[in-house]
């Protein structure tokens, strides 16, 4: 009987991280569809994917063989894949208990043989797969093509790593933008911190509040009052607001930025 993919343990955070490449229902990437592309040409198959596994479903951020763009999670091979940081490979899946019946196999695409190289983060997590798929049994599919697979799924990776740099640098910069036109017009105490508490830059209304100078590359831990585990996140960000309103007798907003924290009286 057809078996549904089991859960990860870490399965809470693992979404976290997929969600935040920010990458499920964007449009076609040239990068991504050149590597299903290879992929279909070095195995001669009829089908490469690269697919993230989300919650309930499986969604195709590249695919060539193939029309639909995604597939239910419960009947996916990749939910198994991600599982173990190695290939899953299935040879035969008519033969296979597991996915004899998946509709998957017993109807279109009729999949035979799959192979999935998990797409692991820096962080551990396993967001999806860059996997193979053919109508026909591969017995012969072995540790050589497992390799070459890998390293597709590593590409792959990297190619996802790089946008997601592209896209902080963009944001930081636009915050950048803001601070600069804002803090020479605002008189409220401003600056933007690091997510490790050093002052990148700052206005004079926020130096006032201080009880030293607070000079770019300084830990705000040095000038300002607070306990020592402040940089806990937003935990310890929160005690930093706290002490801004305390000492500056006005609110004070926080706004994450990828990179760190604007804080804005």
Request: proline content about 6%.
């Given at each position: 009987?057809?078996?549904?993919?089991?859960?990860?343990?870490?399965?809470?955070?693992?979404?976290?991280?997929?969600?935040?490449?920010?990458?499920l229902?964007?449009?076609?990437?040239?990068?991504?569809?050149?590597?299903?592309?290879?992929?279909?040409?070095?195995?001669?198959?009829?089908?490469c994917?690269i697919?993230?596994?989300?919650?309930?479903?499986?969604?195709?951020?590249?695919?060539?063989?193939l029309?639909?763009?995604?597939?239910?999670?419960?009947?996916?091979?990749?939910?198994?894949?991600?599982?173990?940081?190695?290939?899953?490979?299935?040879?035969?899946?008519?033969?296979?208990?597991?996915?004899?019946?998946?509709?998957?196999?017993?109807g279109?695409?009729?999949?035979?043989?799959?192979?999935g190289?998990?797409?692991r983060?820096?962080?551990?997590?396993?967001?999806?797969?860059?996997?193979?798929?053919?109508?026909?049994?591969?017995?012969?599919?072995?540790?050589?093509?497992?390799?070459?697979?890998r390293?597709?799924?590593?590409?792959a990776?990297?190619?996802?790593?790089?946008?997601?740099?592209?896209?902080?640098?963009?944001?930081?910069?636009?915050?950048?933008?803001?601070?600069?036109?804002?803090?020479?017009?605002?008189?409220?105490?401003?600056?933007?911190?690091?997510?490790?508490?050093?002052?990148?830059?700052?206005?004079?209304?926020?130096?006032?509040?201080?009880?030293?100078?607070?000079?770019?590359?300084?830990?705000?831990?040095?000038?300002?009052?607070?306990?020592?585990?402040?940089?806990?996140?937003?935990?310890?960000?929160?005690?930093?607001?706290?002490?801004?309103?305390?000492?500056?007798?006005?609110?004070?907003?926080?706004?994450?930025?990828?990179?760190?924290?604007?804080?804005?009286?």
């Amino acid at each position: 009987m057809m078996q549904v993919p089991p859960c990860p343990l870490n399965e809470a955070y693992r979404l976290e991280a997929l969600s935040s490449l920010q990458l499920l229902d964007t449009a076609p990437d040239p990068q991504f569809d050149r590597l299903v592309r290879l992929g279909q040409k070095l195995f001669g198959v009829e089908i490469c994917l690269i697919t993230l596994v989300d919650s309930e479903r499986q969604w195709f951020k590249a695919r060539v063989g193939l029309d639909i763009p995604e597939t239910s999670r419960d009947i996916s091979f990749c939910g198994h894949a991600i599982i173990d940081d190695g290939v899953f490979v299935v040879r035969n899946a008519l033969e296979d208990e597991r996915f004899h019946d998946n509709p998957l196999v017993t109807g279109p695409p009729a999949i035979r043989f799959y192979a999935g190289a998990p797409l692991r983060l820096p962080t551990g997590y396993n967001i999806g797969t860059l996997c193979i798929i053919s109508t026909s049994p591969h017995p012969q599919f072995g540790r050589d093509e497992e390799e070459l697979l890998r390293d597709l799924a590593s590409i792959a990776v990297g190619t996802m790593a790089l946008g997601a740099l592209r896209e902080s640098r963009d944001r930081l910069l636009e915050v950048h933008e803001d601070y600069l036109v804002l803090s020479q017009i605002s008189s409220a105490p401003m600056a933007i911190l690091k997510q490790d508490g050093i002052v990148e830059t700052c206005n004079s209304a926020f130096s006032k509040f201080c009880t030293a100078d607070p000079a770019t590359g300084h830990n705000v831990a040095t000038f300002l009052e607070l306990k020592q585990d402040w940089q806990q996140e937003l935990v310890g960000l929160k005690e930093l607001v706290a002490s801004f309103r305390a000492s500056a007798n006005q609110s004070v907003r926080l706004f994450p930025i990828r990179k760190g924290y604007l804080v804005v009286g």
